[in-house]
């Protein structure tokens, strides 16, 4: 690192990279940390206790500083999940869902191994080459009690790069036996798609007669080389037939959680709506929480009746959301209980995806409507036939809004782009959409003749319709128009024109494009446009070139008609370029721009 603290070899230095002197941090760390913890416990699941020890404020914050400089050097392998920034134990159990085998190991006291020494050796090493002075010092900060302490903000990141090796060599293990491997924390997981009897022995054994689990000699030989044991009270093989279980979730088609955990959060819910939040905290405390109540904890308790328990109920079902997704239907109604709760009822929670990504368009220039529909990470799609004459400067002739309660809440969507050879247009969804679930992108590639599909749209749309939703199946494919399309035998009716076709997993494949004006039979070119012609428009020069033009256009940046050039973001535009709707950063007022004729001949 080329940044000083990596490798200080003076205290001060040290001290004051972390805003203090050096008597202020050898203070916090010799002659030991003990003073500068406090200690707790909380229960386990085989009912043992865990021990806590939790920095006080001034040596927290300082872990924090370092901590945060260490993330910034750790690269995570692909199959690590803890303490990982976009990474979870979410994202660690889809690693292994749907397998015919699941198998479970756990690491022994796994902060507990990683002591003074090893922490020492780390920082000593690329790409840190801390001093050994500076080394020790650092390491002193970072343990207690002689070893990575279960609590500490640095504690995550160390063990992980101390992991380094090992989840690489664990990683080809798995690779060597055709098998997925991740880990989290102390958690270790290989799943497998292969008979029992075909199991690798390398990663584990059973016993024909009794059916005991062993952990295999080349697993547990690298594990050991690392340092660390297994706890061979928690090596456990789980097949299709029994609850297959990583980091507490389900795997076995999809991820779900315990039923008992889903129905003790609408039981607490169900006590909060009939006897209110403080009966129903207090119900709670002393009959179900098993985790000890921490002192903040219980300041909040005496102070604010009610508030820890509504927490607790919110934090259950924000978990219920995180491992089964935000349209499952358990945790919508989970989350419409709590909108109850609370007093204030979000009926959003009570409705489809089709009544809530997809929306209509009025144009109000030629008094025409059509339908749009939100789509993930990219924005309201419609048909460019549907918002005819729209541009970045009278979006405002073109409401948008969602069928219910929301025709006195209409918007004006910006534009972004829009393409008349695939009659495709991208609108810039407002920022009260934000929480709106949008629709999913398919993959249209395997598409074929006799696929059933489902139109969405608002066909004769008046008020308090609701979308029309009709189910077909592909009859043909053909190029009209100059557009490859898909021909279903369901009706597409004008003001359908812009919806979504979903699959059967609800993802949008196609948008639906032409058909009948009336549903009386006149034509059977009912027709849609295979998504990909979307993904063919998005990455695209012009439509990124688009982008950028309408995030310019927002801001109305200052331009003066006698300048070749105007700053934004501070950056130099093109105004030439602009004024013709292209975006051309140049390096100075000099430079000239390479898109059109350069400054000098302009200036000559």
Same mark, same amino acid.
């Given at each position: 690192m080329d940044d000083p603290f990596s490798i200080l070899p003076l205290q001060e230095q040290i001290a004051e990279k972390f805003g203090c002197d050096y008597k202020q941090l050898s203070s916090l760390i010799y002659p030991n940390t003990n003073k500068s913890y406090k200690n707790f416990s909380i229960p386990k699941k085989n009912g043992e206790r865990r021990i806590i020890n939790a920095p006080k404020v001034i040596l927290l914050r300082i872990q924090q500083t370092f901590a945060k400089e260490l993330s910034t050097i750790y690269t995570p392998r692909k199959g690590t999940h803890g303490f990982i920034k976009e990474r979870s134990i979410v994202t660690n159990a889809e690693k292994h869902v749907n397998k015919k085998y699941v198998f479970n190991i756990d690491l022994k006291d796994f902060f507990g191994s990683i002591h003074f020494g090893r922490v020492r050796n780390l920082l000593r090493s690329d790409p840190f080459n801390y001093s050994y002075a500076g080394a020790t010092i650092l390491a002193q900060i970072c343990c207690h009690n002689g070893a990575l302490p279960q609590g500490a903000p640095t504690s995550p990141v160390i063990s992980n790069m101390i992991c380094w090796k090992l989840d690489a060599?664990? $990683? $080809?293990?798995?690779?060597?036996?055709?098998?997925?491997?991740?880990?989290?924390?102390d958690d270790i997981t290989f799943s497998f798609n292969v008979p029992k009897g075909k199991l690798p022995s390398q990663i584990l054994r @059973?016993? *024909?007669? *009794?059916?005991? @689990?062993?952990?295999?000699?080349?697993? &547990? /030989?690298?594990?050991?080389?690392?340092g660390f044991q297994i706890n061979e009270q928690k090596v456990r093989l789980q097949g299709r037939t029994q609850r297959q279980e990583v980091t507490g979730i389900t795997v076995n088609r999809g991820l779900n959680l315990?039923?008992?955990?889903?129905?003790?959060?609408? *039981?607490?819910?169900?006590?909060?709506?009939?006897?209110? @939040?403080?009966?129903?905290? /207090?119900? #709670?405390?002393? =009959?179900?929480?098993?985790?000890?109540?921490k002192e903040w904890q219980e300041e909040v308790l005496a102070k604010k009746p009610g508030v820890f328990f509504s927490a607790v109920v919110k934090g259950r079902i924000n978990y219920i959301k995180m491992v089964k997704g935000r349209t499952d239907p358990v945790y919508r109604k989970l989350a419409y209980q709590q909108s109850e709760a609370l007093g204030n009822p979000n009926k959003d929670f009570q409705r489809s995806l089709e009544q809530l990504s997809t929306f209509v368009i009025d144009n109000l220039i030629d008094d025409s409507q059509g339908t749009g529909f939100l789509l993930e990470d990219v924005?309201?799609?419609? +048909?460019?036939? @549907?918002?005819?004459?729209?541009?970045?400067?009278?979006?405002?002739? #073109? %409401?948008?809004?969602?069928?219910? %309660?929301? $025709? $006195?809440?209409?918007?004006?969507?910006?534009?972004? #782009? &829009? *393409? =008349?050879?695939?009659d495709i247009a991208i609108l810039k969804p407002v920022d009260d959409w934000k929480n709106i679930i949008p629709y999913k992108m398919g993959v249209d590639k395997y598409l074929k003749t006799g696929d059933e599909v489902t139109v969405v749209g608002f066909p004769g749309f008046s008020p308090e319709s609701t979308p029309h939703i009709c189910k077909g199946r592909i009859t043909s494919r053909k190029k009209l128009f100059g557009v490859q399309a898909w021909i279903i035998n369901a009706p597409i009716n004008h003001g359908c024109s812009g919806g979504p076709i979903l699959n059967s997993h609800r993802e949008v494949i196609g948008i639906a494009t032409f058909g009948e004006k009336y549903h009386d039979g006149s034509t059977e070119l009912n027709g849609f446009i295979p998504i990909s012609a979307l993904e063919e428009v998005i990455t695209s020069p012009e439509y990124l070139n688009a982008v950028l033009y309408a995030d310019?256009?927002?801001? +109305?940046?200052?331009? %003066? =008609?006698? %300048?070749?050039?105007? =700053?934004?973001?501070?950056?130099? #535009?093109c105004r030439t370029c602009y004024e013709s709707k292209i975006v051309s950063e140049i390096a100075d007022e000099k430079s000239g721009c390479s898109s059109c004729q350069p400054y000098q001949e302009i200036t000559d």
């Open positions: 060599q664990l $990683q $080809q293990l798995a690779h060597e036996n055709r098998c997925t491997y991740s880990r989290y924390a @059973v016993n *024909s007669k *009794s059916e005991e @689990v062993l952990v295999g000699n080349g697993l &547990a /030989k690298i594990i050991e080389e690392h315990k039923r008992s955990f889903i129905r003790q959060t609408a *039981s607490m819910l169900h006590a909060w709506k009939k006897h209110g @939040v403080i009966a129903a905290e /207090k119900e #709670y405390i002393e =009959k179900y929480r098993t985790k000890t109540i924005g309201l799609i419609t +048909n460019a036939h @549907v918002v005819l004459g729209m541009d970045h400067e009278n979006h405002i002739c #073109y %409401d948008t809004y969602r069928h219910y %309660d929301e $025709q $006195q809440l209409k918007k004006n969507c910006p534009f972004i #782009y &829009a *393409s =008349k050879k695939h310019i256009f927002k801001e +109305n940046p200052t331009i %003066d =008609k006698n %300048d070749n050039f105007f =700053k934004h973001d501070d950056k130099n #535009y």
